[in-house]
């Protein structure tokens, strides 16, 4: 049971370039998410989902894509990366939206020249 | 809309200090509460949690309380250890929002020192 995994780990993009951060979980949870993490921000919601081919924008989505198409992955599409988006991203997974328990991944940190 | 309010870090203690870190909220509903620990170079663990008022959370010596009077969720730990050393954040789920995700504080970074 390896949990939520993330790749890449690390990644540098030029400004306008694109790329896919992977997320995947074997937990067979309904609920996924993406926040990114930013210096004296906590945590901030970027888009997720509550079941394969159902997803949602939360707190800060302009910039960034997302699909459902499976139970188990959840990627997150920058489609032209911008400085701004120098962050650390974490995936989440939950049983359901009432379970509170969120499980995360180990982070991407994505750096935006 | 929720917020999630905590302390300044970083906190620096000697081993064996007593810690308490404050977390206050403002929530629509009636939230559940939170505290997760992250480890350098990790993701986000849950410590403890409490769904209702005065419920005590607690997990590997850490303890918060549920007040709702004071709206207030403050981790405390008797006696810290150097392996304590991390980023903590508060957190809440409102079931008015309807659990769709957690709105963070901005983290306390705890340093505990031999």
């Known amino acids: 049971n390896a949990g939520v995994t993330q790749t890449p780990k690390f990644q540098v993009l030029k400004t306008g370039q694109s790329m896919t951060l992977q997320c995947a979980q074997d937990?067979?949870?309904?609920?996924m998410s993406w926040y990114r993490q930013d210096p004296g921000m906590g945590l901030r919601l970027i888009h997720y989902?509550?079941?394969?081919?159902?997803?949602d924008q939360g707190e800060v989505p302009n910039g960034y894509n997302v699909s459902r198409s499976t139970t188990e992955d959840f990627p997150l599409r920058l489609l032209s990366a911008a400085p701004s988006q120098t962050s650390v991203y974490f995936c989440?997974?939950?049983?359901?939206?009432?379970?509170?328990?969120?499980?995360f991944g180990p982070g991407t940190r994505l750096t935006v020249l | 809309g929720d917020s999630v309010t905590q302390m300044e870090g970083p906190v620096t203690l000697s081993e064996e200090a007593f810690l308490t870190i404050n977390c206050t909220y403002t929530?629509?509903?009636?939230?559940?509460l939170f505290w997760y620990v992250q480890y350098p170079g990790e993701g986000l663990q849950l410590l403890l949690k409490?769904?209702?008022?005065?419920d005590k959370g607690s997990n590997k010596g850490f303890e918060a309380t549920y007040r709702k009077e004071t709206t207030s969720f403050h981790l405390e730990k008797g006696s810290v250890q150097v392996s304590d050393s991390a980023v903590y954040f508060c957190?809440?789920?409102?079931?008015?929002?309807?659990?769709?995700?957690?709105?963070f504080g901005s983290g306390t970074r705890l340093q505990v020192q031999p």
């Open positions: 409490a769904t209702k008022a005065d």
């Open positions: 989902s509550v079941g394969a081919g159902i997803t």
């Open positions: 989440a997974s939950r049983l359901g939206i009432t379970r509170d328990e969120q499980f």
């Open positions: 929530a629509t509903g009636y939230p559940s």
């Open positions: 957190a809440l789920s409102d079931q008015g929002a309807g659990r769709r995700a957690l709105t």
């Open positions: 937990m067979n949870h309904e609920y």
